[in-house]
């Protein structure tokens, strides 16, 4: 498995990152330099990329190797995938050769099996890249491969030039490997670089926009500790995180822009569980709210705009005031868009990225008191009833006549049905599906609720701005005020059902 970090450059780095074992304090083992052609190759119709497959063929001099890597996963600026390689004695792929390589285990084996594929592959496209390369064995027993990358991919009529540095791990401990990307950003900071080499190639082939990730299922066992859910559990988050962080960073994905924000919610709200036993740094703590506001800012505007706004009935004689109200707000949802795709882009998030990824690996709260480290040992089954039933409790006494609550304490309902509900996502595996599936679809529907009831109120906050600071929306804002206000209160009566639905409800029972 390949594990690497990637970092983009910009134009006045390169002559710093020259001498780069010097700013990272390490003598190398070795340094060369690399003229390198690569083709990547696929079927018209892009079978391997659709598949999660890349193949490139690479002359290094006089050498030639072919390498087929999987998509894998991206965690922070790390990628961490599938590598399988196999010496050529020309430019053309050998899938023979890449089939006895490739474990038999590997989704990249079954894809290999398609007997048409060899007469398929054509090449798409080129990169030319010159390379400088370090060595470094670390003291604590890790080789790291720095390289220091700067070329341009061709593809078609289009051409884009990088420039990038990739720390490889070669040998070792993986968070070494953060450890050293941390200690380079405190140096010179750099930007994540969001794309592999076939990924920049790809981008110019294929238009479209790429899907934004959901969080996925967390796969918790019975025996399962509480420290190995916490792991599995914050990794989750961490990864849906991660995973639309390239997307925020086209500047062309709200959608990502919602499901990486969904993913420090998820991420802070498992912080808030488990807080009896693990900490995240306040320092830590305080960038990830920095950039949870950059992504809320950038939603909230953005939902105002183009969904909350579009439901308001003008009708003719309001009809003028309100384009002006709608421009307004997409000319600043526009640009809160922009800020969070700044952020996401910036060396400051590479630095939070990284940390929290080093933070989870390095796994620091083993350094507590022993009664700490008693409760991480403890089954998470236990825990898992522990957290829903006070998370139950919490959310019955905050929503208790729910549809006559005023805004703040509807807002406090929902707070504690966000968290009831992740809870019971986190834990899903650990309780009984037959009672646990009717109640997440009960709370699910009225969580659902209290989120559209907040959109009303953070609209109305932001209609209050508009109001204020752009003269030519006011009318319309206070307009779509009223409209949105009405809509709140005829909403009540369901409110009230839903509430109804959920307390008669029975709460999961956990299978220790």
């Given at each position: 498995m390949e594990k690497e970090l990637k970092f983009e450059l910009a134009a006045n780095q390169g002559a710093a990152m020259r001498e780069l074992p010097a700013l990272l304090d390490v003598e190398p083992d070795s340094q060369q330099e690399q003229a390198l052609e690569s083709e990547y190759f696929d079927t018209p119709d892009f079978?391997?990329?659709?598949?999660?497959?890349?193949?490139?063929?690479?002359?290094?001099?006089?050498?030639?190797?072919?390498?087929?890597?999987?998509?894998?996963?991206?965690?922070?600026?790390?990628?961490?995938?599938?590598?399988?390689?196999?010496?050529?004695?020309?430019?053309?792929?050998?899938?023979?050769?890449?089939?006895?390589?490739?474990?038999?285990?590997?989704?990249?084996?079954h894809l290999l099996k398609n007997g048409s594929l060899p007469?398929?592959?054509?090449?798409?496209?080129?990169?030319?890249?010159?390379?400088?390369?370090?060595?470094?064995?670390?003291?604590?027993?890790?080789?790291?491969?720095?390289?220091?990358?700067s070329g341009k991919i061709t593809a078609a009529a289009q051409a884009r030039t990088f420039s990038e540095l990739e720390l490889e791990l070669k040998q070792g401990e993986p968070r070494r490997l953060s450890e050293l990307g941390l200690r380079l950003i405190d140096k010179l900071p750099m930007s994540l670089s969001m794309q592999s080499k076939s990924d920049r190639g790809y981008d110019l082939l294929v238009s479209g926009d790429r899907s934004a990730v959901k969080a996925r299922p967390i796969a918790l066992k019975r025996n399962d500790?509480?420290?190995?859910?916490?792991?599995?559990?914050?990794?989750?988050?961490?990864?849906?995180?991660?995973?639309?962080?390239?997307?925020?960073?086209?500047?062309h994905s709200p959608e990502g822009v919602h499901q990486m924000r969904v993913g420090l919610r998820r991420f802070r709200s498992a912080l808030d569980m488990f807080d009896d036993v693990i900490t995240l740094p306040a320092a830590l703590a305080d960038e990830v709210k920095w950039i949870a506001d950059e992504l809320g800012e950038s939603r909230d505007w953005y939902v105002l705009a183009h969904s909350t706004l579009p439901q308001v009935d003008a009708g003719k004689d309001k009809r003028e005031q309100m384009a002006e109200t709608k421009?307004?707000?997409?000319?600043?949802?526009?640009?809160?868009?922009?800020?969070?795709?700044?952020?996401?882009?910036?060396?400051?998030?590479?630095?939070?990225?990284?940390?929290?990824?080093?933070?989870?690996?390095?796994?620091?709260?083993?350094?507590?008191?022993?009664?700490?480290?008693?409760?991480?040992?403890?089954?998470?089954?236990?825990?898992?009833?522990?957290?829903?039933?006070?998370?139950?409790?919490?959310?019955?006494?905050?929503?208790?006549?729910?549809?006559?609550?005023?805004?703040?304490?509807?807002?406090?309902?929902?707070?504690?049905?966000?968290?009831?509900?992740?809870?019971?996502?986190?834990f899903a595996d650990l309780f009984r599906q037959k009672r646990l599936n009717p109640?997440?679809?009960?709370?699910?529907?009225?969580?659902?609720?209290?989120?559209?009831?907040?959109?009303?109120?953070?609209?109305?906050?932001?209609?209050?701005?508009?109001?204020?600071?752009?003269?030519?929306a006011s009318a319309g804002a206070s307009y779509a005020r009223g409209?949105?206000?009405?809509?709140?209160?005829?909403?009540?009566?369901?409110?009230?059902?839903?509430?109804?639905?959920?307390?008669?409800?029975?709460?999961?029972?956990?299978?220790h």
């Open positions: 079978l391997l990329r659709r598949n999660g497959a890349d193949l490139r063929v690479r002359r290094n001099g006089d050498q030639i190797t072919q390498t087929l890597k999987s998509s894998g996963e991206r965690r922070g600026g790390f990628f961490e995938r599938e590598e399988y390689e196999s010496a050529l004695k020309e430019t053309k792929p050998d899938l023979k050769a890449l089939r006895a390589a490739v474990p038999k285990s590997s989704a990249l084996s007469d398929q592959l054509v090449p798409i496209f080129r990169s030319t890249v010159t390379r400088k390369l370090w060595t470094l064995k670390l003291e604590s027993g890790e080789e790291i491969e720095l390289a220091l990358d500790t509480v420290e190995e859910a916490i792991c599995k559990i914050l990794q989750s988050c961490l990864d849906q995180v991660h995973a639309n962080a390239p997307l925020v960073a086209t500047g421009a307004a707000a997409a000319e600043i949802a526009k640009a809160r868009h922009a800020k969070a795709t700044a952020a996401v882009q910036s060396p400051r998030y590479a630095r939070v990225a990284l940390a929290l990824d080093h933070w989870i690996t390095a796994t620091p709260w083993r350094d507590a008191s022993d009664d700490t480290r008693k409760q991480l040992g403890r089954p998470a089954a236990v825990l898992a009833d522990r957290v829903l039933r006070k998370r139950h409790r919490k959310l019955a006494r905050r929503g208790r006549g729910l549809h006559k609550l005023d805004a703040h304490r509807r807002h406090r309902a929902r707070i504690a049905a966000k968290k009831l509900r992740y809870a019971a996502e986190f109640y997440r679809r009960v709370l699910a529907k009225l969580q659902d609720d209290l989120g559209w009831g907040n959109d009303m109120a953070v609209a109305d906050g932001l209609l209050g701005h508009l109001q204020q600071h752009h003269r030519k409209f949105l206000a009405a809509r709140v209160a005829d909403d009540r009566d369901n409110q009230r059902k839903l509430w109804k639905r959920f307390r008669s409800t029975g709460r999961p029972v956990g299978r």
